[in-house]
């Protein structure tokens, strides 16, 4: 009998305080995640990351930490965003983070805002 496939989800937060309302409601959906059969769900933590910095880049390579990341999310069949709101947008990483994994994967945004 063939094993059911499971789809592999990145979770990853755009705000990198400890206290993130955003984090809580990753940490929410990967704990509700394991009620739910072929589905896992991930965090991935970007405070390593640099800003966006083309400087940075040696012989049209990014930092090995930026290679690194980029290496990792190939491996996931969608992401879920969690971005606070600033003046009615949400942060870059998500922008640059689509970016590099293409139109080809599912992704989903969610904000906490008091707004």
Same mark, same amino acid.
């Given at each position: ?6 789809? =592999? #989800? ?10 993130? %309302? ?13 009620? #739910? ?9 970007? @405070? ?7 400087? +940075? ?16 999310? +190939? ?7 969690? @971005?606070?709101? %600033? ?5 870059? %990483?998500?922008? +640059?983070?689509?970016? =590099?994994?293409?139109?080809? @994967? ?6 906490? @805002?008091?707004?």
């Amino acid at each position: 009998m063939a094993t059911k496939p499971i789809i =592999k #989800i990145a979770a990853i937060c755009g705000s990198l305080r400890k206290a993130s %309302y955003n984090a809580g409601l990753l940490r929410s959906a990967i704990e509700l995640s394991g009620w #739910i059969d072929g589905i896992t769900i991930e965090y991935l933590d970007i @405070s390593s990351l640099p800003m966006l910095n083309t400087d +940075l880049e040696v012989d049209g390579k990014c930092p090995p930490v930026v290679e690194a990341f980029r290496q990792k999310i +190939l491996q996931y069949d969608g992401f879920l965003f969690a @971005s606070p709101e %600033y003046n009615y947008s949400i942060t870059d %990483y998500r922008i +640059l983070i689509t970016d =590099k994994i293409g139109s080809e @994967s599912s992704c989903l945004t969610v904000c906490f @805002s008091f707004a």
